[in-house]
């Protein structure tokens, strides 16, 4: 919104009016009738009651509507803080220049003033010279400044002995015109003349910025070291370039510089960021100043603290002798207090003396490492388990479990996170309440010990990572209670039945109520079986309702799964029912599944029909896997399946019986060798030859004309002369035909073969 009129009470004011601080007043003062007016000529009106205080909440984009232009509020402070610090060093300068003028100066500089808010009967300093020396040559030679300075000097010098010369040389050339001269030499009498005739000029002039000067006053001029402490401590560039050379001087000890820190720190707050910051502090130095600040605790509560701060603070712990060193209660509180509010952690506690230590664990301002995790909790490195922590030392556990994740980092492959069983249940509810998403990381480092016996003395929303971590009793009252709040097995309780490879205590279930109890237990059977088929194994996944101990069969119907060895298993462990609905169920899946189940059935050939497997023969027969006396029954009894037979179940049959030499009937071999799409006739003969005798001449004929070739040219009168390879097979066939008087002779002829004679027929 470009606001570019506001008006209040009727009453206009032009944008910079309503930037002045005048403006708001007014309107906090009263009430009014308040009309924006923007380009889009939208107003808002709002009425406030005479008798009601008005309040006005303007966020950072309403304030940038109202300026008409993005606000930084931190710039602008600076910017206010360089006009009002340019003002003061305007001012500053001026005053020092009155200080040290001669009188024919402040003439000059009075004459040419324009006095201001005068009161009647005020007189202006000219008149004041003149009233107070009287004689108008005296104000001649004073406005002229034929007496002066020098002319102090001289008589001074000439009617006493007070100030010697180098005393007067400093008084001349720096106090009276205050120029800073740090290094100028006075010694300890000089020192002493120049405070008792100055000092009420301590406090207004940069001259005493003198490192002799201070010394003198740090041993034996409290107030007066109070007074230019105060100065000193506001850190202007005076200031700053007289601490630099007093703390790079030689000629000072440690113990004076250390003694003016702690006196700069109780009058400012911030000095520690001089003492940090300046470039020319050798760190040995800053060392020095931050141990002896350290080390008085009316210095500490007001230092103000930033990041470079917090950094030297961290960085340089373990070189503070103050903070390895015996100590009261009340400074250990008081240097942990300041690391506090720094936001410092320091790395390792054994650099710190048994109070500090004891003050920093206490506000949790250490990290957590294995070493700082056995001094705080009083415990060995090797014994920081949660549960030992909890028992040695609360404020240390409950520490810990705000940064369990870091806590976890830190222990692992070194100590279990819980390494009993007593606390395991207090600790993960704890910890729930704190951190969940860590819990999982606990729950992996925990000692193989730790198993909650009940999962309902945890809360439902750890159950699944109790399950994942396999962190609880896999008994059935556990597992209905996980069953009935999720609503089936997931992958997490798949993974804890995985790990324990079983189900216990299925039969307190029963206690109460066996009705109850057995359909619990075939719920969760079900649920198991019917979870996604890569959780379990079928060997596993039948086992594990294998120790539910089930008191009946279940329906096969309610098995969805698809596992096609699934069907076996569950066959082979008397789950389901050994019957043709069983098998039928396995219809729709892979011969596998079907494979399995005949395999492993004990009871199949009791129930088979054509009908059931008419559609499997063929694989049936090719299959390793099952019992030959399903094949051998189904060859015997092929009389029964010969409805159920297509080409390649024929083809099969006939391999099978030829291999196992058992006879095939007659019939049924005329109705092989008419379905056959490719028939071995060595195979067929060596059967036809089983049952030669039994066989009618017309099938046997009709048998031979089914395998073609020269058996097809024996059976009919197309050639009365032919070869046929030498057999005992082949014997066994020419005999039967000579018998129907359809073969006359035969004999051998080369090349293996039998040269045969067909009797002529007669025409009819």
């Known amino acids: 919104m470009n606001v570019k009129n506001f008006t209040v009470g009727s009453v206009h004011h032009s944008m910079d009016e309503m930037k002045s601080s005048k403006f708001w007043m007014d309107i906090e003062q009263g009430a009014y009738n308040l009309v924006w007016e923007c380009n ?16 006005i909440n303007l966020s950072r984009d309403r304030i940038c509507d109202l300026v008409g232009r993005e606000v930084d509020f931190l710039k602008l402070m600076e910017l206010d803080r360089e006009d009002l610090e340019k003002e003061i060093e305007k001012l500053d300068k001026e005053n020092r220049y009155l200080n040290v003028c001669d009188f024919h100066e402040l003439i000059t500089y009075s004459s040419s003033m324009e006095v201001s808010n005068a009161e009647e009967g005020d007189k202006d300093f000219i008149t004041e010279v003149r009233t107070l020396l009287q004689s108008k040559l005296a104000y001649q030679l004073v406005e002229h400044g034929y007496v002066g300075r020098n002319f102090s000097l001289y008589t001074t010098r000439y009617h006493d002995s007070y100030f010697s010369s180098n005393a007067m040389n400093f008084i001349i050339h720096h106090i009276e015109c205050d120029v800073m001269d740090e290094y100028f030499h006075l010694d300890h009498c000089d020192v002493e003349n120049i405070i008792n005739d100055y000092r009420d000029e301590i406090s207004s002039k940069y001259s005493f910025y ?14 007066a070291l109070d007074i230019i402490s105060r100065k000193l401590s506001l850190l202007g560039k005076h200031e700053k370039k007289f601490l630099n050379s007093y703390y790079k001087s030689d000629s000072v000890t440690n113990e004076d510089k250390i003694k003016l820190a ?15 910051g300046g470039e020319d502090f050798d760190n040995n130095i800053r060392i020095i100043l931050i141990n002896g600040i350290l080390s008085d605790i009316s210095c500490l509560k007001e230092q103000s603290i930033d990041e470079s701060v917090a950094d030297y603070l961290l960085e340089n712990y373990d070189k503070f002798s103050v903070l390895s060193a015996r100590m009261s209660h009340e400074n250990a509180e008081s240097i942990s207090q300041l690391y506090r509010r720094a936001k410092v952690c320091v790395p ?7 109070e500090l230590q004891k003050a920093f664990v206490r506000k949790n301002i250490y990290k957590l490492t294995c070493e700082n995790i056995s001094l705080a909790a009083d415990l060995s490195k090797d014994s920081i388990s949660l549960n030992r922590i909890r028992r040695n030392n609360k404020e240390v556990y409950d520490y810990v479990l705000s940064k369990i994740s870091e806590y976890i980092e830190v222990i692992k492959g070194k100590v279990f996170s819980i390494d009993n069983n007593e606390s395991f249940v207090e600790v993960i509810r704890e910890l729930f309440s704190y951190n969940v998403s860590c819990l999982k990381d606990v729950l992996i480092n925990v000692h193989d010990s730790c198993v909650v016996e009940k999962i309902e003395s945890l809360p439902d929303d750890v159950w699944p990572l109790l399950a994942e971590t396999g962190r609880f009793q896999p008994t059935l009252h556990n597992i209905c209670l996980y069953v009935g709040e999720n609503g089936e097995v997931d992958e997490n309780l ?46 596993l996944r039948t086992k594990l309702v294998s120790d539910l101990k089930l008191g009946k069969y279940l329906q096969v119907d309610k098995i969805v799964s698809r596992d096609n060895k699934l069907f076996g298993w569950l066959i082979e462990r008397d789950i389901i029912a050994d019957d043709e609905k069983s098998y039928e169920r396995l219809s729709q899946m892979e011969w596998s599944a079907r494979s399995d189940f005949i395999s492993k059935s004990k009871n199949f ?35 029964n399946f010969i409805e159920v037979f297509d080409g390649s179940s024929w083809e099969e049959v006939i391999k099978y019986a030829h291999e196992k030499n058992i006879p095939i009937v007659g019939a049924v071999l005329e109705r092989a ?23 009618g001449k017309d099938v046997f004929l009709r048998i031979l004309c089914g395998l073609g070739g020269v058996y097809l040219q024996l059976s009919d009168e197309s050639t009365s002369r032919l070869r046929i390879e030498d057999s005992k097979e082949n014997i066994k066939i020419l005999e039967r035909l000579r018998n129907e008087n359809i073969v006359s002779s035969w004999k051998k002829a080369e090349k293996d073969s039998i040269k045969v004679y067909k009797k002529r027929m007669r025409n009819s």
């Open 673 to 695: 060798v008419h379905s056959l799409e490719r028939i071995d006739s060595k195979i067929f003969v060596g059967l036809l030859v089983r049952v030669i005798d039994q066989v």
């Open 40 to 55: 889009e000529r939208i107003s808002r009106s709002a009425y406030l009651s005479q008798f009601e205080e008005l309040k």
């Open 348 to 354: 390792a506690l054994r650099y710190l003396g048994e």
């Open 605 to 639: 050939r009791s129930y088979m029909t054509p009908d059931l497997v008419a559609g499997d023969l063929t694989q049936l027969f090719k299959d390793k896997k099952i019992p030959s006396d399903i094949k051998k029954y189904i060859v015997q009894n092929t009389e």
């Open 262 to 276: 702690q006196k700069l720190a109780k009058f400012s707050s911030e000095i520690i960021f001089h003492f940090i």
């Open 210 to 223: 003198n490192i002799d000067i201070l010394k003198y006053l740090l041993d034996k001029e409290e107030n």
């Open 494 to 539: 798949a993974s804890l039945l995985k790990a324990k490879e079983g189900i216990s205590e299925v039969e307190v279930i029963d206690e109460n109520n066996s009705d109850e109890g057995e359909t619990r237990r075939e719920n969760i059977a079900y649920r198991i079986l019917n979870c996604p088929d890569n959780f379990f194994s079928s060997d």
